[in-house]
């Protein structure tokens, strides 16, 4: 058993959180802070190594650190190094993070894209098997999209494998965060809900939208569209089980029994829609930190595997 702590940092469009593990013990030191705040008015990458810098501190200044693992809303290199693009955070793009980060905290720096860290946590915390092919999608902001097979993460040629919210659809024109038009995360995101409140619903705050408007036919085509994501990518890889999560299907009453109908009537008939395993993430703010260290100290592992 490792007798160092190894930290966690979810940084989020909106929100960073970080927090600290040692062994089993429970998530100590756990905080929230508005983005803004916490990377402050320096440059994210600059921001984000005094953020962990300052956390380290004031909370764990006489222990060592095993490692920090960070998970981004971010496309990554394939050796998970580089950051490539982040759509929702300007000043990160192309950037050598671990290399500048490690530089700065004398401690190694583990990074993963945010939605494989929540995936690969949530297997975990359910105690499902990871034989098999497993597929994880989370509707917040954008769609995140997490694929393994027999536990390992499906990345890809070039480390991006799984931008499930940018397959086009036919005939769509939104334009898209990513720079393309007519991605699905213009039709099933947190962005598309925001637009649909501000058209059709402009005097219901959007944490209200499904309690108050839940049988509207506005809504009902956005749950719609969300499941047509879903059955998506359940006609192409027929997976053993399937992780619904993200702020959209936390939203207070957000119909869920009719989002799993939509995605039954649209998966192919009578297979693989016959048997779809489909389990809901649980809706914590301390997940992307559980993860990111459960993701650090796998990587460890394979590390200290090495060099033994």
Same mark, same amino acid.
């Given at each position: 058993?490792?007798?160092?702590?190894?930290?966690?940092?979810?940084?989020?469009?909106?929100?960073?959180?970080?927090?600290?593990?040692?062994?089993?013990?429970?998530?100590?030191?756990?905080?929230?802070?508005?983005?803004?705040?916490?990377?402050?008015?320096?440059?994210?990458?600059?921001?984000?190594?005094?953020?962990?810098?300052?956390?380290?501190?004031?909370?764990?200044?006489?222990?060592?650190?095993?490692?920090?693992?960070?998970?981004?809303?971010?496309?990554?290199?394939?050796?998970?190094?580089?950051?490539?693009?982040?759509?929702?955070?300007?000043?990160?793009?192309?950037?050598?993070?671990?290399?500048?980060?490690?530089?700065?905290?004398?401690?190694?720096?583990?990074?993963?894209?945010?939605?494989?860290?929540?995936?690969?946590?949530?297997?975990?915390?359910?105690?499902?098997?990871?034989?098999?092919?497993?597929? =994880?999608?989370?509707?917040?902001?954008?769609? =995140?999209?997490?694929?393994?097979?027999?536990?390992?993460?499906?990345?890809?040629?070039?480390?991006?494998?799984?931008?499930?919210?940018?397959?086009?659809?036919?005939?769509?024109?939104?334009?898209?965060?990513? =720079?393309?038009?007519?991605?699905?995360?213009?039709?099933?995101?947190?962005?598309?809900?925001?637009?649909?409140?501000?058209?059709?619903? =402009?005097?219901?705050?959007?944490?209200?939208?499904?309690?108050?408007?839940?049988?509207?036919?506005?809504?009902?085509?956005?749950?719609?569209?969300?499941?047509?994501?879903?059955?998506?990518?359940?006609?192409?890889?027929?997976?053993?089980?399937?992780?619904?999560?993200?702020?959209?299907?936390?939203?207070?009453?957000?119909?869920?029994?009719?989002?799993?109908?939509?995605?039954?009537?649209?998966?192919?008939?009578?297979?693989?829609?016959?048997?779809?395993?489909?389990?809901?993430?649980?809706?914590?703010?301390?997940?992307?930190?559980?993860?990111?260290?459960?993701?650090?100290?796998?990587?460890?592992?394979?590390?200290?595997?090495?060099?033994?």
């Amino acid at each position: 058993m490792r007798e160092n702590y190894t930290i966690g940092v979810d940084i989020g469009g909106t929100y960073v959180r970080i927090g600290a593990q040692k062994n089993d013990d429970p998530l100590t030191g756990f905080e929230k802070i508005l983005r803004e705040s916490a990377l402050g008015d320096t440059s994210p990458i600059e921001g984000i190594g005094a953020f962990i810098s300052d956390y380290l501190e004031k909370n764990f200044p006489r222990l060592n650190i095993d490692a920090v693992g960070i998970g981004f809303p971010s496309t990554l290199s394939k050796d998970r190094r580089t950051i490539y693009h982040t759509p929702n955070i300007e000043g990160l793009d192309n950037s050598p993070i671990s290399d500048i980060l490690e530089q700065k905290i004398k401690t190694p720096i583990f990074l993963e894209k945010d939605v494989n860290i929540l995936f690969k946590w949530d297997i975990y915390n359910k105690r499902l098997p990871e034989k098999g092919i497993g597929l =994880g999608i989370y509707f917040g902001t954008g769609i =995140g999209n997490a694929i393994t097979i027999n536990g390992e993460l499906l990345i890809g040629r070039d480390g991006i494998a799984g931008e499930l919210g940018h397959v086009p659809v036919i005939g769509g024109s939104g334009m898209c965060g990513c =720079g393309n038009s007519g991605c699905f995360e213009c039709y099933a995101s947190g962005r598309r809900l925001v637009e649909l409140r501000e058209s059709y619903f =402009g005097d219901t705050e959007i944490r209200d939208l499904f309690s108050e408007h839940r049988d509207s036919t506005i809504l009902k085509e956005f749950v719609e569209a969300m499941a047509c994501v879903v059955a998506t990518e359940i006609n192409i890889f027929n997976p053993h089980f399937i992780i619904l999560g993200g702020g959209i299907v936390n939203m207070k009453d957000f119909p869920r029994k009719l989002l799993d109908e939509y995605i039954y009537n649209h998966s192919r008939h009578p297979v693989p829609s016959g048997g779809l395993p489909l389990y809901y993430s649980d809706d914590s703010d301390r997940n992307g930190v559980l993860g990111s260290i459960y993701m650090a100290r796998g990587k460890l592992n394979v590390a200290d595997n090495t060099r033994s």
